[in-house]
């Protein structure tokens, strides 16, 4: 869920909750908008906290001479903690 979708539950949570005056015998649409409005707020923060959170990266440079041509051999290698990448 990212910041967006928690919004938008936020949203039609509170439009049910407090702008429709609809009365429906099988459901209560202000219990569904409360519940929508929690949802928000826990899909608003889980984005923001996955929007802060720190990636670390690692630079490795490693050199040698080729035997063969004497020539320098520069290698880079990257390494970072988030395993999708």
Known sequence: MSL????VLFVIG???A???NIQVA???LHL???ILMAAGVIGIIIG???LTRRRQSIATTRSAVDP???E???RQTADTDDPLI
Do not use: C, K, P
């Not at 967006?4 to 919004?7: C, K, M, P, R």
């Open 14 to 16: 509170a439009i049910l």
């Open 32 to 34: 569904v908008g409360y």
């Open 4 to 7: 967006g979708t928690g919004i």
């Open 18 to 20: 407090f702008a429709l």
């Open 48 to 50: 923001v906290v996955l």
């Open 68 to 70: 063969v041509s004497g």
């Open 26 to 28: 099988w459901l209560d």
């Open 72 to 74: 320098r051999v520069t």
